[in-house]
């Protein structure tokens, strides 16, 4: 409980330091664009090492073993494939991903592309909030709701009161945490499950199947690719750290090293899962890591595991809190003082805190979110990327059929329908092509 209120305490007194810095509405929403390239990869990386990619992951890794991997891995390709885009994306001077696409489609798609995204990521912030309501409760005792409220509320304050240049400052150190918290406690799990021969003794031979296993065939692995690699190269989250950064050579800079710390990262998380599948094989797969820290490290180092799992939690709210933020108050209500959009962080967060406490999981929040945001937006996106932009008409006819068949197709629990929502999508894309080739050589 000290451990917890102190790196509570630290974070509001950065939170508090970051208050009095922010001067303007650049400074708040993307950093005053100053940040270089170490700045945007550990900010890139502490992002995306949160709820999903440390208990989610090595839930699934509990699950099915390797396989698991993959959700970062995915990540990976996704951010790889931006690197050649950041170019056309820093030729744009703008805060938001739907600010972006007014100036790709117009005012009536950005309109409707905000309004999607923020409902998918309140799922995304609610996702992180459960999650550190999950590791606090492990160790401090009490109701789940309890203490998924009390992380909510200290990393609504912490993000309302420095926006960006409160992120940018932190995320460093809690990278650093993040690592170094996942290795001590991967080598004390292995040595108690009784090294890589204990698991291999231990474990089913699917578990260590990879790539594809038969609990995780091609088609699922093609639909991860989809849905969750896409959000890499395309989600607002990831644009965001682009836009704060000073030039494109930083930002870059800045993807490769998030690669350099994700992919090795994937196999930590997937370690541990596997790890716990052997030593505590009837608890349920997202307490893995917090189980693994309570049981097989010392106090000292448990207590560094704790402040580093609540780091990536953190590390990924205020991000995704700041994208929902930036789009209500640029995008929606078109406010510019700093006051204002510090109003809308806070409305952003509790409606995000709510949807965490009231979610069934880490991994369902976050699908459910990436689900209709890909489905809908994915293919406007991209095809603006690549210089070859749908009309107007079509790019909003996409956005709301492959959105909303996206949505369905995951509350139904059907792959096919989620794979037909991206399908959709291309075939209006290249109906729309069609048309625009046959127009301009008649004319």
């Given amino acids: 409980m000290i451990i917890t209120v102190l790196f509570f305490a630290a974070i509001l007194i950065i939170g508090i330091f970051s208050f009095f810095k922010v001067k303007t509405k650049e400074d708040y929403l993307v950093a005053g664009r100053r940040a270089g390239g170490l700045a945007v990869g550990s900010s890139l990386a502490a992002t995306i090492l949160g709820g999903s990619s440390t208990l989610g992951l090595a839930g699934l890794a509990f699950a099915r073993g390797l396989t698991g991997s993959w959700w970062l891995l995915v990540g990976a390709a996704g951010l790889f494939l931006l690197f050649f885009f950041v170019p056309v994306l820093k030729k744009h001077r703008v805060y938001t991903l739907p600010d972006l ?79 170094t918290g996942v290795i001590l406690t991967g080598a004390s799990g292995l040595t108690a499950a009784g090294g890589w021969q204990g698991l291999k003794q231990a474990l089913e031979p699917q578990f260590f199947s990879f790539p594809l296993s038969a609990a995780f065939p091609l088609k699922e692995l093609l639909l991860l690719f989809l849905v969750v690699g896409s959000t890499y190269l395309i989600g607002p989250d990831m644009f965001s750290r682009i836009f704060c950064s000073r030039n494109v050579h930083q930002a870059r800079k800045g993807i490769l090293l998030a690669i350099i710390i994700i992919m090795p990262a994937a196999f930590l998380f997937t370690l541990l899962g596997m790890e716990a599948r052997v030593l505590f094989p009837d608890i349920t797969g997202e307490a893995a890591v917090p189980e693994l820290i309570r049981t097989v490290l010392p106090a000292p180092l448990s207590m560094l595991m704790v402040v580093a799992l609540l780091s990536a939690f953190i590390s990924s709210a205020d991000t995704t809190l700041l994208t929902m933020s930036a789009i209500l108050s640029v995008d929606i209500l078109r406010i510019k003082s700093v006051s204002g959009l510090r109003l809308c962080t806070a409305l952003a967060g509790i409606a995000g805190l709510l949807v965490g406490m009231l979610s069934r999981g880490i991994i369902p929040s976050l699908l459910l979110g990436y689900t209709v945001f890909t489905g809908g937006l994915a293919v406007p996106i991209i095809s603006a990327l690549l210089r070859k932009p749908m009309r107007p008409a079509a790019a909003l006819i996409s956005v709301v059929a492959g959105g909303s068949l996206a949505l369905a197709g995951k509350l139904c629990t059907s792959s096919a329908l989620v794979a037909a929502a991206f399908l959709l999508s291309l075939i209006i894309y290249s109906i729309d092509r069609l048309w625009q080739i046959k127009f301009n050589s008649e004319n």
């Fill in 101 to 179: 696409i007014k100036e790709w489609y117009g005012i009536r798609v950005q309109k409707v592309a905000s309004f999607l995204i923020l409902a998918a990521w309140m799922g995304i912030v609610g996702a992180q909030a459960n999650a550190a309501g999950l590791v606090l409760t492990t160790f401090l005792g009490g109701a789940q709701w309890y203490w998924t409220g009390a992380a909510g509320i200290i990393f609504i304050l912490y993000t309302v009161a420095g926006g960006q240049l409160s992120v940018i400052r932190t995320d460093l150190v809690q990278i650093i945490l993040i690592i």
